[in-house]
């Protein structure tokens, strides 16, 4: 796809334009840690970060939903509203938008599709920011992905001295960057380079080449579990901060004659 450069003096510019044609959301900074937020005007996605706290899956995964509504006067089952305007998250780590798209597995199969999830997920532009300076932890090439993977991305920014350079990688992110002014040709020689850089920085290995030879089901069923699940309170916090977890429940909710059916992950 296209390559596209960003220069510093029409980033913020065309930030602002989008605002008034998306929800925009970014990395902000809270005390010590970043998470993702809306931006509100005049708020830029600050990049300055390794990782979020939390992964953007509750962009299209809400830790708590409602989706049902009903009185116990009638008893008449009501689908609540949703919005689902056009929203775009910047500055997903190509590691994060690779966990949506197995999450998406579940959700979305010829036999079964969240119309919840994937409204959601469909109303959303996904910008990612590459990894140039990858923690020594990191072992993403060791499962396919990698600090400059596309996966689940419409386009994928990295931060040069000039401002930007990005790769547009879907319809959907050629149009925001039509929406953003942003149009001036970039040079893929560039990209390129610091995706080599990139990936030479990644130190850590993952050895995944005896996994074939367990069945899945023995290691389900495997007995540690029993140790580790002891401390368990059933608080969901674990569901919530895995960025691949699908797992939820549906709460049905009651109080002064009015009642909901919750998903909550």
Do not use: H
């Amino acid at each position: 796809m296209e390559i596209i450069k960003i220069d510093k003096d029409k980033w913020a510019s065309g930030v602002e334009d989008l605002k008034s044609l998306y929800k925009v959301s970014g990395p902000v900074k809270r005390d010590d840690s970043y998470n993702f937020e809306e931006l509100e005007k005049g708020t830029l996605p600050d990049f300055s970060f390794l990782n979020t706290k939390l992964s953007p899956k509750s962009i299209a995964f809400p830790q708590s939903e409602v989706m049902m509504s009903y009185s116990t006067n009638d008893n008449i089952m009501k689908e609540v509203e949703k919005d689902y305007s056009p929203r775009v998250i910047f500055g997903i780590r190509p590691c994060d938008a690779k966990s949506l798209e197995l999450v998406k597995m579940n959700f979305d199969t010829e036999l079964y599709k969240d119309p919840y999830w994937l409204n959601s997920y469909n109303a959303t532009t996904f910008i990612g920011f590459a990894c140039d300076k990858p923690d020594d932890k990191c072992f993403c090439l060791s499962t396919g992905s990698g600090p400059y993977n596309e996966e689940g991305l419409d386009a994928l920014l990295v931060e040069t001295e000039e401002g930007f350079t990005a790769k547009l990688v879907t319809e959907k992110g050629e149009k925001l960057f039509e929406s953003a002014g942003w149009n001036k040709k970039g040079d893929i020689e560039i990209f390129n380079s610091f995706k080599k850089t990139a990936e030479a920085k990644i130190i850590s290995k993952l050895q995944t080449d005896q996994l074939s030879q367990f069945d899945t089901l023995d290691l389900y069923n495997a007995p540690f579990w029993e140790d580790v699940s002891f401390a368990c309170l059933n608080c969901g916090t674990c569901t919530f901060a895995c960025p691949t977890c699908w797992c939820f429940d549906i709460s049905d909710e009651i109080k002064d004659g009015k009642g909901s059916y919750e998903k909550l992950g």
